[in-house]
């Protein structure tokens, strides 16, 4: 019987981590009232930062705050700010430096999404992603940087992977995340001199989100994965306590893809996972074609 396949487990960073690495630091996080970006934050603090969670809602964004601060021990408050507004996201910048006095960390995850073929996609659509992904970003490194280099800090993007083959229905968002992590491999080249890092996140499919929940038709589950499951924001969590820890030191300007390996995997004529479990099954049925 063909062995079944590995499912890699889910943990919390503070299992590899010490619980005190980010003490003092301080998170500026665009898209951490929600989603993966609030989890990304929830993480950051768990290792001692205090944060500023940025965003349109209100509502959402204070709320998200409290509960942040209550599960962590930390301080963090809310900015209400659309990161296509250059002033609006210096105006969330003040804020955090009355509170906080500093800036350590910067998470750009600010984004839109939905779905449709270019054919049917409106230039204004189109200008909204590239606006908000993209725009945002490069105004929320504007906004930090000065900041950022005083503390000699570190940035994340959160990108995606989906850009790195030809997407249906996504050509906005593969243009926008393009984009982003160009603008990441040019900040950590100027910037590191100035003794700060870039880096960026580049999520795959991830459960239980706005992204897979909203958009995609189907929970995600069926495709295949290297490493046997779908990703949990988790995942995207440990790998952000890494790059902006000290043990991430010496990497700068990588795209680091949290996606159980699916980037690298091609559709086969060979079923998968089964072909790589079980060669033996594999060849006898390929033997008896031949
Ligand atoms: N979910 C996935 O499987 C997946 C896969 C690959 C990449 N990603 C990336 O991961 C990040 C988070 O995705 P998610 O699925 O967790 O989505 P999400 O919960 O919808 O997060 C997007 C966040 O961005 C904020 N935002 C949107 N437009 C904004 C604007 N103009 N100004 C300020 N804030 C704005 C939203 O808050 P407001 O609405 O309050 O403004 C929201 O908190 C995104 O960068 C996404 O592209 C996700």
Redo the contacts with the bound molecule.
Sequence with gaps: MAPSAYIAPVINSTLVFRDDIFKGKVLFC??G?????RAMTEAVMRHGANATI????LD??TQAAKELSQTTGQVCIPAQ????QPSAIQDAVTKTIEKFGRIDFVIC?????FLAPISGMSENAFRTVME?DTI?TYNTIKATLAHVRASKGSFIM?S?TLHYNGTPYQAHVSAAKAGVDALSNVLAVEEGPHGVRSNVIA????AN????TRLAPTSGKEFPYPLGRPGDVKDVSNATVFLFSDAAAYVTGQILAVDGGSEHLRTTQLPYPASVLDPSATLKVLKARM
């Design positions: 665009t898209g009232g929600s989603g993966i970006c940025v965003g349109r809602k959402r964004l700010a659309d990161v296509r995850g600010a984004a839109g999404n908000i945002g959160t995606a999520p795959g499919p991830i989100t706005e992204g897979m």
